[in-house]
């Protein structure tokens, strides 16, 4: 198969023996990310206008902060903060408060389903959703996913690595099937969709026999016991689980 961008880091990330791949890549695209926008591009007027607009989630706010530039963050919050403040007012000058109903003063703040309802609750929900970094991500995400399917159905080296590999955790395995479902013929699932949940149960099971030994370790009499594969399967637990990595370093610049 014809290499692209995508090809190479595609296949280093199935040849690092993750416990999930795309968990590998995401976090590569992740930190690639923080180090541009963090590095000389937060002085570029159009990536200032971006990060404007979309600002960051909380998460990727603690990475900027982490990172160590702190002259950058602050430059990059400062116009942030300008506009931000700007749509803020005009969105309270054309706020207009519901009317409270007889039944209102009754009515708990646990009863809500969860889903902001007023403009400026909706407003802010729009903004914590928006994010610089998990568009950069969500933007690449799909050309990886789908050469991820071309790989697998084109070249019989990489589908080998594939069929003896550790699986995916949860989250990513939910996109491979839906993405699958969208792109595969109904034979390239008939060979493809047999391994892939052979590759999820048997790694599932083998992170649960990892995590039961790690409590069984913590019995006196097995105190002098080998760990065996043990000792991280709190982290890749988790990770597998949910993604991403919990006991990651904090990501700051070289």
Known sequence: ??????????????????E????????????????????????E??????????GFCRH?????????????????????????NKDMHQRFVSFTPKKAGALTRFKKAGDSSGQRESSLGQWVSQREESCYVCNHFKEKYPRYLDTFFQLLTHDGEFFHTFETGKGFCLHHFGDIIETGEKILTNKEKEKIYPVLFDRMEVNMKRLEEDISWFVDKYDYRNKDADWKNSRDAIQRGIQKLTGGYP???????R
């Open 45 to 54: 007027d159009d990536i200032r206008e971006e990060t404007d607009r979309l």
């Open 247 to 253: 006991d990651d370093p904090v990501f700051t610049q």
């Open 20 to 43: 999930c791949p795309f968990c590998f890549i995401e976090r590569k695209l992740e930190q690639e990310a923080i180090s541009f926008i963090m590095g000389p591009a937060y002085m």
């Open 60 to 84: 990727h706010h603690k990475m900027i902060y982490d990172y160590g530039n702190k002259l950058g963050a602050a430059l990059m919050l400062h116009t942030y903060y300008q506009k931000l």
């Open 1 to 18: 198969m014809k290499e692209t961008i995508y090809t190479i880091p595609l296949m280093d990330a199935f040849n690092a023996n993750d």
